[in-house]
Structures are given as structure tokens and as C-alpha cells.
């Protein structure tokens, strides 16, 4: 099984700081990575796929990078909406797997 | 674009049967795998299983592999989680995802399983 290991699992930010969240997987997945936002009681919300593809609606300063092993998540500016749970995904093989999660606070 | 809507989760008991249901609506349901993935309180998301678009392929977690069984009618753009013998550790929110890199969701569906 491909174990997804994600860092940090929680941080706290203020309005307009870079923000980096890393995914490191146990083995090779390619680019067959996804991130995605989850705010209390809601749906979670895909923003990036294919490892640095950005999603339709989502705003450009959400960012994606890597392949094989290494993955980030980068909010370059960010903003009080941007309180959130994020979890990476593998898709690349079987049995899928989400990072643990990162819960962004905003200072 | 497709839309999903998740039901049947309700309140049981451990060892009790339940079947989720989602409904597919506004695009070709059988072109599509689909996944369920379950968020339990405080916790991360889990996957749980996915389905391929003719349902003659599924994959399943280890937690609920023997228990779980995913399934799909394309006739009734419609797909299913019959969940058997239930354990408390499966109380979350249950949602169907298109597979497989999760671009749609639906709105979930809760399971409660206690005594």
C-alpha cells in the first residue's frame, strides 16, 4: 500500500503569508495526485489535480507542484476563507489513500 | 456537468445491515467509475471503495473489505453501498465521489452505528 504521509497536520497563518503543505508518498504515484479543501460540515472541494492542475472556479493563488514522491500544496497569499482542513490523494494504485490532513488557522 | 445526492444513512445498530444509495443526474452515469469515501468524526477522510463504469471491477479498504460491497445500476443512474455487520468505528459521513481523482461530490450522507 502507497502511505501518504502529509505535513504539517496543523499550522496557524496570518492574512496575505505563503503557505506550503507538503505530501510525501511512500512510493512513486507520478503526477496521479489530488488536494482538496474541507471546511467544517461541508463537502470537500477538489483544488488541484493531476499535481498542479488547478481546478475550475478555484482561486490562483491556490498551487500545486511535484511528481513521483514529493508533492506541495502553496496558497500564496492567504486569506480568512482559506480556513480549512486540506488532504492530499493517491490515485496512482490500489488501495487509494488521503494524507492525514493539515488544518489551516488564520492568526 | 453531473450532480450527485447521497441517502440512506441513518442510525443502527453495531452489527445491523445498510444500503447508501447516489444518485446520478445530468450527465452519462454509466461512462464513469465512482467512489465512496467517509469522513468520521475527527478524523481525515477515508477512502472506502470505488467501482468501474460497468461495474465489473471494485476495490475496497481494508477496514470494510468482506463487509462492504459496492455496486452500481447504470439503468437507474444509481450507485450502492450495501454495508454488513457494522461497527461503530464506521460511524461518518458517507459521501460518493466521481472516481477517481474525487472532481465531483455528493452532499453526503450520515451513518451512526451505537448501541
Known sequence: DIQMTQSPSAMSASVGDRVTITCRASQGISTSLAWFQQTPGKVPKRLIYAASRLQSGVPSRFSGSGSGTDFTLTISSLQPEDSATYYCLQHSSYPRTFGQGTKVEIK | ?115
Open chain 2, 1 to 115: 456537468e453531473v450532480q450527485l445526492l447521497a441517502s440512506g444513512g441513518r442510525l443502527v445498530q453495531p452489527g445491523e445491515s445498510l444500503r447508501l444509495s447516489c444518485a446520478a443526474s445530468g450527465s452519462t452515469f454509466s461512462s464513469f467509475a465512482m467512489t465512496w469515501v467517509r469522513h468520521a468524526p475527527g478524523k481525515g477522510l477515508e477512502w472506502v471503495s470505488d467501482i468501474s463504469d460497468s461495474g465489473g471491477s471494485t476495490y475496497y479498504a481494508d477496514s470494510v473489505k468482506g463487509r462492504f460491497t459496492i455496486s452500481r445500476d447504470n439503468s437507474k443512474n444509481t450507485l450502492y453501498l450495501q454495508m454488513n455487520s457494522l461497527r461503530v468505528e464506521d460511524t461518518a459521513v458517507y459521501y460518493c465521489a466521481r472516481c477517481c481523482a474525487l472532481d465531483v461530490w455528493g452532499q453526503g450522507t450520515t451513518v451512526t452505528v451505537s448501541s
